[in-house]
């Protein structure tokens, strides 16, 4: 019986097992097909969403060495002093060359365009972001590369031992340019106008790409020639400067196709009776912000968060044994100007040499643009809801010094017995990471709310890519450029009067320093800079390798070219000399801090990276860039 | 007991883990390290073309080894390059718009590559062409100011000519003197010079603790990078 039972088991057994295919051939549980995903929207978004998140972004709150880099702060973090104490950046620096993700986004096309199960009209739209997302890679490779080879489809290799039908020779800079605006043009009506779309593309976002693409060309038309080495022959650097004029109408139109509101209504952001609160909340607050138009946006708790925060908070109290990485430069600080839209050194001393003595530590940056306590954490001010503790130490009658080296560190001053707390627990203390080596600590894109300081918690600020106040300045700069001074003046005055300078600037007050300094000030620590001053040809005046003398810090601050080779800090010593009238008041001196040697030199070769020898060993059409 | 047996367990162990060493581990490197060197000085008839450190390079492509890297030699402040390398043939080039200089093109199909068959040490000068030379620079000190009077040659006087944009005294702690290193430095613009042989710079000195202080003029031609010195002097304090 036993042994029938086992006889009959093997039978079942071979029954089940052999004699149907189709047992084998199961579809896999752990990899979606290609029907299946371009049957179905949810997976082409989640697909859309990868090619999203491989954006690339010069800075960004991910990277907050990038975000502050160019002397406009210091690195209080001592693995970072190196980069004071070098003169300038190697060629290959910023350089970027991911045509891996430029062939997925072409697959991404090909196959969107030929699926047949979607949604038409959603199937436009995930074309068009792609397209979107592909026109913003190759914006972000002509700003660093120059011309790149143009690749529109997938290339495959067919491993036939012959590669050369897949090297492309580099396409002009111009042609790049163009791309990426009649790109912009042809999806523009495709994208939703929907302002409170902050993370996907929409049609504010793709005419703000068009506008800042013709403005960064027109530009590069236009000052190409103060540098006629940074150019190649073949146009694969370099821009004729008769196409100047085009781009900076090209650059007007998309910029007022947004103020208009052809994309939907945005507007700046003013939503705070403070004007220096509401210029720091417009970067943290994502609740019905009108004025951005496309940002990376994080979320808690979703694995998707940024640690800026814990690398920049105040370190006094801060959530974590560390912060205060960036410290702004005084050179930044002092280029604010003042409310009657002069410029003026930040006021230490009485004409020759008399110290200026002031009751409260804020009082010596007072009557300022309010974006300068928007960005910057001033000595006397506070976040999260905490005042930072900014000083340097007590000064004595006889003009000596008592301070500490340790955060809070407590010495008995003269004519006490007991010893009291002599330094700031935010420093400065010179050498000494995480305080506010300059005197300052950064504001712009800090989260207020309670754990952003916490590495189990993190932050979820986005980082804006654009935003409304750029489409202004961008208008304001092509209509300077296009001869018409009244129009770029309304423009940038309504950037200005938010910052609380009220008083209009008048058309003969537009000039080039103008432009300049007005973005500078506004996108400082946005990752705008470096590329502001690439597109100018200004970067290696501005950067021409000489240190800085405290005289120069304080001459020429709306000068466009005016020197920032090295950052200065600012220090505040509280006054100690009873029966004094100055004693517990404050005065400020200038600082080069001991850790900043070098200055910095923009070479021309930095202009455009260096493409690497691996590349142009596998594709010898490619010429390398000037200089290099 | 006890003790025994951990003394044995350690001397086979080590044992076991020297031989292991022995076997597994590869010779020092797979090649020996390149001997012969190849140095010189960038000249102009001779005169060695004074530069800023590490500001100047060449590079040496050796074709015949499948994908091409430059080998990069450095030109030091007196205008020496050296390099260490295996034996072969080298192209030696300038990388474009380096240096205070042009380069000398031989013809329309080697352009200004030289090329090197390099089977010993060799010492081989570059000749090149300095848009301008300093041809003197005395340097003193009167007083509290150092002062230095210059003259300059202008080299390329044909289509290629540039102007001066700026002619600097800089002085240093040490014998690296240079734009970005540097404790003191006067400047005249290229349009406030009259006579080029005759250029005269002075400076304050600062308060040093040294004994000597080292200067050196340099000379920075419009639009191109790189500026053209003249030697280090050392000057008595």
């Known amino acids: 019986m036993k042994k029938l039972q086992y006889i009959l088991f093997c039978f079942l057994l071979f029954g089940y097992g052999c004699n149907d295919d189709a047992f084998l051939d199961r579809p896999p549980t752990n990899i979606l097909s290609e029907a299946q995903v371009w049957s179905d929207e949810g997976q082409v978004l989640s697909l859309l969403g990868n090619l999203y998140n491989r954006y690339y972004d010069i800075a960004s709150v991910k990277d907050w060495g990038a975000l502050g880099d160019f002397n406009e702060a210091f690195f209080s973090n001592a693995g970072s002093y190196g980069n004071f104490q070098n003169s300038g950046w190697g060629l290959g620096s910023w350089g970027s060359w991911d045509y891996g993700y430029i062939r997925e986004m072409n697959l991404f096309i090909q196959k969107c365009e030929a699926a047949n199960k979607l949604d038409p009209e959603t199937q436009k739209r995930f074309l068009a972001e792609a397209r979107f997302l592909r026109a913003s890679y190759y914006f972000e490779l002509v700003?660093?590369?120059?011309?790149v080879p143009l690749i529109l489809e997938p290339l495959t290799y067919d491993f036939g031992g012959d590669p050369s039908y897949l090297q492309y020779p580099r396409a002009k800079e111009s042609e790049l340019y163009d791309f990426v605006i009649s790109e912009a043009e042809a999806i523009k009506s495709i994208l939703p106008a929907l302002p409170t779309e902050k993370s996907r593309a929409t049609r504010g976002a793709a005419l703000a790409m068009q506008s800042r693409a013709a403005l960064y060309a027109g530009s590069i038309a236009k000052y190409g020639g103060k540098t006629p080495t940074v150019a190649l022959k073949g146009g694969e650097v370099g821009i004729p400067a008769d196409k100047a004029n085009g781009y900076f109408s090209k650059a007007l139109d998309a910029a007022k196709a947004i103020i208009d509101g052809e994309a939907g209504n945005y507007s700046l952001y003013q939503k705070k009776p403070d004007l220096s609160e509401n210029f720091s909340s417009l970067f943290y607050d994502k609740a019905n912000n009108s004025e951005v138009i496309f940002a990376d946006d994080f979320k808690l708790k979703s694995g998707k968060v940024h640690g800026f925060t814990i690398a920049n908070q105040p370190r006094y109290g801060a959530e974590e044994e560390e912060g205060g990485r960036l410290n702004p430069s005084l050179n930044l600080v002092e280029s604010f100007e003042k409310l009657d839209n002069t410029f003026a050194p930040i006021p230490t001393h009485a004409g020759a040499g008399t110290p200026l003595y002031y009751e409260n530590q804020t009082d010596i940056f007072a009557g300022r643009d309010a974006r300068l306590a928007g960005t910057v954490i001033l000595p006397g001010t506070a976040f999260k809801g905490r005042n930072?503790?900014?000083?340097?130490?007590?000064?004595?009658?006889?003009?000596s010094i008592i301070s500490g080296d340790d955060r809070g560190a407590q010495k008995i001053l003269p004519g006490k017995s007991t010893p009291e707390q002599v330094v700031g627990f935010d420093g400065p203390i010179d050498g000494f990471e995480f305080t506010a080596q300059t005197g300052f600590y950064l504001r712009k894109y800090l989260d207020p709310v309670v754990g952003s300081g916490q590495r189990g918690v993190q932050s979820e600020v986005w980082f804006i890519r654009y935003r409304f106040a750029e489409v202004l300045l961008n208008a304001a700069?092509?209509?300077?450029?296009?001869?018409?001074?009244g129009d770029a003046a309304t423009y940038?005055?309504?950037?200005?009067?938010?910052?609380?300078?009220?008083?209009?600037?008048?058309?003969?007050?537009?000039?080039?320093d103008r432009i300049v300094h007005e973005r500078r000030v506004e996108f400082a620590f946005e990752g705008h800079y470096l590329y502001d001053m690439k597109r100018w040809r200004i970067a290696h005046e501005i950067m021409d390798g000489n240190p800085i003398s405290l005289q120069e810090l304080r001459e020429d601050l709306g000068r466009a070219t005016k020197r920032n080779t090295q950052p200065w800090?600012?220090?505040?010593?509280?006054?100690?000399?009873?029966?004094?009238?100055?004693?517990?008041?404050?005065?400020?001196?200038?600082v080069k801090l001991s850790r900043v040697t070098g200055a910095d030199r923009f070479q021309l070769g930095n202009y455009y990276s260096y493409i690497s020898d691996e590349v142009i060993n596998n594709n010898p059409k490619l010429i390398r860039n000037p200089n290099h | 007991m006890y003790t025994q047996f951990i003394f044995k367990l350690r001397t086979t162990t080590l044992a076991v883990l020297l031989i292991l060493?022995?076997?597994?581990?590869?010779?020092?490197?797979?090649?020996?390290?390149?001997?012969?060197?190849?140095?010189?000085?960038?000249?102009?008839?001779?005169?060695?073309?004074?530069l800023e450190y590490d500001q100047v390079r060449m590079q040496l492509w050796q074709p015949g080894f499948g994908k091409l890297a430059a080998i990069d030699a450095p030109i030091s402040q007196d205008g020496r390059y050296s390099a260490l390398l295996f034996k072969g043939n080298y192209k030696l080039v300038f990388p474009q718009n380096q240096g205070p200089f042009i380069t000398l093109q031989k013809n329309a199909e080697v352009k200004d590559t030289i090329y090197v068959n390099l089977s010993e040490d060799t010492v081989m000068d570059i000749e090149v062409l300095p848009y301008y030379m300093i041809r003197k620079a005395v340097v003193t000190k009167i007083e509290n100011n150092i002062a230095a009077q210059v003259s300059l040659d202008k080299i390329i006087q044909d289509e290629q000519a540039k102007d001066i944009e700026s002619v600097t005294l800089f002085l240093g702690r040490t014998q690296l003197v240079s734009r970005a290193n540097n404790i003191a430095k006067t400047e005249k613009l290229g349009s406030e010079l009259k006579d080029l042989t005759s250029i005269m710079l002075s400076v304050e000195l600062p308060s040093l603790q040294q004994t000597d202080i080292y200067a050196r003029v340099g000379v920075k031609i419009k639009n191109v990078e790189d500026m053209i010195f003249s030697k280090v002097e050392k000057v008595k304090l």
Request: hydrophobic content about 35%; overall charge positive.
């Open chain 1, 492 to 512: 940038m005055n309504q950037v200005r009067a938010r910052a609380g300078l009220i008083i209009p600037l008048k058309s003969s007050e537009i000039t080039f």
């Open chain 2, 21 to 50: 060493m022995a076997m597994l581990s590869c010779k020092k490197d797979n090649y020996t390290e390149p001997k012969t060197e190849l140095s010189g000085s960038i000249v102009y008839q001779g005169n060695p073309i004074e």
């Open chain 1, 477 to 485: 700069e092509a209509s300077f450029e296009l001869g018409n001074l």
């Open chain 1, 143 to 147: 700003k660093r590369m120059g011309g």
């Open chain 1, 569 to 590: 800090g600012l220090w505040s010593y509280k006054i100690h000399h009873p029966g004094s009238p100055s004693h517990g008041k404050w005065l400020f001196k200038p």
């Open chain 1, 388 to 399: 930072v503790d900014i000083w340097a130490g007590f000064q004595l009658a006889d003009g």
